[in-house]
Structures are given as structure tokens and as C-alpha cells.
């Protein structure tokens, strides 16, 4: 992959430092990351080959050695990531030559507004709202059938007063002095490669290229302001504890014009003093006579939804478990519903007066 940086550059093998500048300049404008029309691979590209034309002794080192040259560059890339930087001025440290975007990330991110693959993580503009992360406290039967709660909270809204653009409503928007309009400025900042223009978000503007004669009086040209919010949240039936709804674009809202994050409530399901749930099972327990559990009896059992009636049959033991079925949590998602399960405990008849310890002597059970 031997680069010809002439080629790249579009100019001759002759071409005066000047020429070369002028090409370098014309194309980086041409193919910069944040154009209409950008290429990074080729905005790189067009980089390494100017940081080595344009710069004297570079450029005499490539004329004479180019095709090692760039055989040693593939070395270093597959091997040792940017290091060595320093063995520029002896071509024998020309493993170091190798530097990509990536690597530089640090140094270029900061006057490009980019820094390699992240490529528009440094720009103010367009940034998609935070989500915001939130624990909700339903009630037990809220839970199993569903409800919709009001909750409070502070989160930033689009302003508007000012639709988001952060102009105080009547004013004058103004082309931005600063960077005249395109959002960016540009300043010669010496790299390890020599001077180099570089470009940056405008910090007047936020690369907007407007500026307003008088900011948002509420949201101080912001765009978006905390706001106390009322939000209505469905929970649905069958929701467990550990859950998670997400209200999508319920977050805070994005900067200049970005969309908003999303909201994530955390359920919590509080206990309930007679009933416990197993995913979508209910449990729970009933004492029943002595007499209740030896002879066939009906009892009434409650469940979430009403009091069913259940039949004990005749000699149930204590710890015996019986199945109301369908009489548990609805499925969140599908149909049907769980079971419910009541297990009944047999009370052992206590201060029994002597008569019906009389009795229950001559029974003998
Ligand atoms: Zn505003
Ligand atoms: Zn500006």
C-alpha cells in the first residue's frame, strides 16, 4: 500500500511549498468530517500527505526513500501503536511515522472538533438528551391490575418560549461575528508534523453560526430549561418488582434541536400483608378448625380478585396446598392469569372446658 502523496495531494513532483499548501488547504475544506460531502478516510489521507510535503526535511526524506519508507510505515501500523514519534529527524526511527487519526485523537479531537472514530462526540450540536433512571413504589394490587400514577419530577424541557433556538422572542438573529456564519473557526496550531490549520466548533456560537442580539430571558439561550414536569405512567397489570418501563423520549430534552433521552422507571412492588407473589402465583395461608379438616367443609378463601369458596375435603393435613386456578396475577404480556394457591393450617383447639375434654376422650381420635 505505497501511498503516493503527490497523487493524494493532486500536484506535481515539482510543485513549490506554496502549491502544495493550496492544494492540501482547497481538498481538506473539500473532504473535512463535518462537509456535506466528508470523507474521513480521505480527509486523513489528505492530512498525512500534506504533513509530509509540507514540511522541508519530510518532504526531501520521502523523495528519497518513499517506497521504504511507506513499507516501514505498514510495519509500524500493524505493529506498535503511535510511539516513537520522536525518531522523526533519523530516518532510521521511521517505524514511528506511522499515526492515524486514532492515534492522534487527543491532539487532533481538540482542533477538529473530532477525534477519530468518535467523530462529532466533541460537537455541542444536535447531542440526544441524558435518559433519565428512576424507582417507582406501586402498590401490591396496583401491580396485579394496573394503574396510572402522576409522578414529579424536574427535567429539561425544549424552552417554549423561544421554540429551542434560544433567542429571546422579536429579537434579531444574527449571523455570528466570530466565525462569520459557518460554525467554525480556524487557527494555525503547531503539531509535531509543524503548523497546521486546524478547525474548531466556534465557541462563540456552538457552531450554530447564529448569535441572538438578546438570549431566551428563560432558558438564557439554551434552547432547553429544567422544568417541574407531571408525567402520567401506565403501569401494567402484571408488572413485577425488578421490572422496567421505559417511556421513550421522556428524558431530558436534547441540545439544540437533538432528539430527547428516554425515561426508565424501576418498579418496585410493595408487600402486601396477606398475600405473596411467585412470578404470577399468589400464596397464601388459611387456619381451619380441627373439626374443619376432619370433616368436609366449605371455607372462603381471598384472593386479589374476590373470596372463593373452597371445598376441604375430609382428613386434610396441615401444610396441604390447594390450587384456585386462574385466580393469580394477569400475564403481562399475553393472556391468562396465574394461580392461587392457599395453603391451610389446622389450628389445635386450645383451653378446652371438661366437657369437651370429656368428649374428646371418649373418642379417642
Ligand atoms: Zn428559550
Ligand atoms: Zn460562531
Not at 388459611?286 to 375430609?314: G, N, R
Amino acid at each position: 500500500m505505497s501511498k503516493d502523496y503527490y497523487n493524494i495531494l493532486g500536484v506535481d513532483k515539482n510543485a513549490n511549498k506554496e502549491d502544495v499548501k493550496k492544494a492540501f488547504k482547497k481538498l481538506a475544506h473539500k473532504y473535512h468530517p463535518d462537509k456535506e460531502y466528508g470523507d474521513e478516510a480521505k480527509f486523513k489521507e489528505i492530512n498525512e500527505a500534506y504533513n509530509v510535503l509540507g514540511d522541508d526535511n519530510k518532504r526531501k526524506q520521502y523523495d528519497q526513500f518513499g517506497a521504504t519508507f511507506n513499507q516501514q510505515q505498514q510495519a509500524g501500523q500493524a505493529g506498535q501503536g503511535g510511539q516513537g514519534f520522536g525518531g522523526f529527524g533519523g530516518f532510521q526511527g521511521a517505524q514511528g511515522m506511522h499515526f492515524d487519526m486514532d492515534d492522534l485523537g487527543d491532539i487532533f479531537g481538540d482542533f477538529f472538533g473530532f477525534g477519530g472514530n468518535k467523530r462529532g462526540s466533541r460537537s455541542r450540536s444536535n447531542q440526544r438528551g441524558e435518559d433519565i433512571e428512576a424507582v417507582l413504589d406501586v402498590e401490591f394490587n396496583e401491580a396485579v391490575f394496573g394503574a396510572e400514577k402522576d409522578i414529579q419530577l424536574k427535567k429539561k424541557v425544549v424552552c417554549e418560549k423561544c421554540n429551542g433556538n434560544g433567542a429571546e422572542p422579536g429579537t434579531k438573529i444574527e449571523t455570528c461575528k466570530t466565525c462569520r456564519g459557518t460554525g467554525k473557526i480556524k487557527k494555525m496550531q503547531r503539531t509535531i508534523f509543524g503548523q497546521m490549520q486546524m478547525e474548531s466548533l466556534c465557541p462563540e456560537c456552538g457552531g450554530e453560526g447564529k448569535t441572538f442580539a438578546q438570549k431566551c430571558s428563560q432558558c438564557h439561550g439554551a434552547g432547553i430549561y429544567e422544568k417541574p414536569t407531571s408525567l402520567k405512567i401506565k403501569i401494567p397489570a402484571g408488572i413485577n418488582t425488578g421490572e422496567t418501563i421505559r417511556l421513550t423520549g421522556q428524558g431530558q430534552a436534547g441540545e439544540r434541536g437533538g432528539p430527547a433521552g428516554d425515561f426508565y422507571i424501576q418498579v418496585r412492588v410493595k408487600p402486601h400483608s396477606k398475600f405473596e407473589r411467585q412470578d404470577y402465583d399468589i400464596h397464601s395461608q388459611v387456619e381451619i378448625s380441627f373439626t374443619q379438616a376432619t370433616l368436609s367443609y366449605k371455607i372462603d378463601v381471598d384472593t386479589v380478585h374476590d373470596k372463593v369458596k373452597l371445598k376441604i375435603p375430609e382428613g386434610t393435613q396441615s401444610g396441604t396446598v390447594f390450587k384456585l386456578k386462574d385466580k393469580g396475577v394477569p400475564h403481562l404480556e399475553g393472556r391468562g392469569y396465574g394461580d392461587h394457591l392457599v395453603k391451610v393450617k389446622i389450628k389445635t383447639p386450645k383451653n378446652l372446658n371438661k366437657e369437651q375434654k370429656k368428649t374428646l376422650r371418649q373418642l379417642n381420635i
